[in-house]
């Protein structure tokens, strides 16, 4: 598929929460079965964090980017490590300008080259570890090990049943249905989040949503062994976040 200025604004604009609940859902859709669409997705997430690092972001670009798209641990490493690369560049740019001046006293034997050219190797050993860091990323997943998970009421320590997961999974990714309980209101969009035994929590994004289900994927490499418990969120018409009472547990051997 090739690429158009109308489906990287569609890109961005999905990736700063900016598109309806169902041209989302669509997008969504297309990352997961367009191996090129998520590509893209990958060069405008660069490009996004970028934009934020260097102060190019309008300002309701930016409550947009603080609100939505730093909601997981990934992308706020990423911008960690983007803000890094620009700290470093203006300092190069500031070594320049000081080894321009007339008069330079060296702090390496009286030659300020040194100085400037270890600064420079220091600067690009950042810049091709950042470059890797964020390229190596895997591709979609093509293949799913899939689980439906029904809502308790009851909490673990309560005896609640929880499905079982076994590693290694035999696929790219692990695919969870979650059925919705009869009293969600239609219409509603939702978010989820992972719980792990240890306290941890983290969003996941939805790849599929209908009537009576959504499901999320999680990547087999980011599953390890543990209990954990999904959490939903849903937002109704009137736009008030409420949490769906009931758990989605399981667990991973």
Same mark, same amino acid.
């Given at each position: 598929?090739?690429?158009?200025?109308?489906?990287?604004?569609?890109?961005?604009?999905?990736?700063?929460?900016?598109?309806?609940?169902?041209?989302?859902?669509?997008?969504?859709?297309?990352?997961?079965?367009?191996?090129?669409?998520?590509?893209?997705?990958?060069?405008a997430?660069?490009?996004?964090?970028?934009?934020?690092?260097?102060?190019?972001?309008?300002p309701?670009?930016?409550?947009?980017?603080?609100? $939505?798209?730093?909601?997981?641990?990934?992308?706020?490493?990423?911008?960690?490590?983007?803000?890094? @690369? $620009?700290? $470093?560049?203006?300092?190069?740019?500031?070594?320049?300008?000081?080894?321009?001046?007339p008069?330079?006293?060296?702090?390496w034997?009286?030659?300020?080259?040194?100085? &400037?050219?270890?600064?420079?190797?220091?600067a690009?050993?950042?810049?091709?570890? !950042?470059? &890797?860091?964020?390229?190596?990323?895997?591709?979609p997943?093509? !293949?799913?090990?899939?689980? !439906?998970? !029904?809502?308790?009421?009851?909490?673990?320590?309560?005896?609640?049943?929880?499905?079982?997961?076994?590693l290694?999974?035999?696929?790219?990714?692990?695919?969870?249905?979650?059925?919705?309980?009869?009293?969600?209101?239609p219409?509603?969009?939702?978010?989820?989040?992972?719980?792990?035994?240890?306290g941890?929590?983290?969003?996941?994004?939805?790849?599929?949503?209908?009537?009576?289900?959504?499901?999320?994927?999680?990547?087999?490499?980011? @599953?390890?062994?543990?209990?954990?418990?999904?959490?939903?969120?849903?937002?109704?018409?009137?736009?008030?976040?409420?949490?769906?009472?009931?758990?989605?547990?399981?667990?991973?051997?």
């Amino acid at each position: 598929m090739t690429s158009t200025p109308e489906i990287q604004d569609q890109i961005r604009r999905y990736l700063l929460g900016e598109l309806d609940d169902g041209t989302r859902a669509e997008v969504e859709k297309r990352f997961l079965s367009d191996g090129e669409v998520f590509e893209e997705l990958l060069v405008a997430e660069d490009e996004i964090i970028d934009d934020y690092a260097s102060g190019r972001l309008d300002p309701e670009e930016r409550a947009d980017f603080e609100a $939505h798209f730093l909601a997981t641990p990934e992308r706020q490493q990423k911008l960690r490590f983007a803000r890094a @690369l $620009h700290r $470093h560049a203006m300092n190069l740019a500031n070594e320049r300008e000081t080894v321009k001046q007339p008069v330079i006293r060296s702090l390496w034997f009286g030659r300020p080259g040194l100085s &400037w050219a270890a600064t420079t190797v220091a600067a690009l050993a950042l810049i091709v570890g !950042t470059v &890797w860091f964020l390229r190596s990323r895997t591709a979609p997943p093509k !293949t799913f090990a899939t689980l !439906t998970l !029904t809502i308790n009421q009851s909490t673990r320590a309560e005896g609640a049943p929880a499905a079982m997961v076994k590693l290694p999974l035999a696929a790219d990714a692990l695919k969870i249905f979650l059925r919705l309980p009869g009293s969600v209101p239609p219409g509603s969009r939702y978010r989820v989040v992972l719980e792990a035994d240890d306290g941890e929590t983290r969003p996941l994004e939805m790849s599929d949503q209908d009537g009576e289900s959504i499901a999320v994927v999680i990547p087999a490499t980011q @599953l390890k062994r543990g209990q954990y418990v999904l959490k939903i969120f849903g937002t109704g018409v009137n736009g008030v976040e409420q949490r769906i009472p009931g758990n989605y547990f399981f667990t991973v051997e």
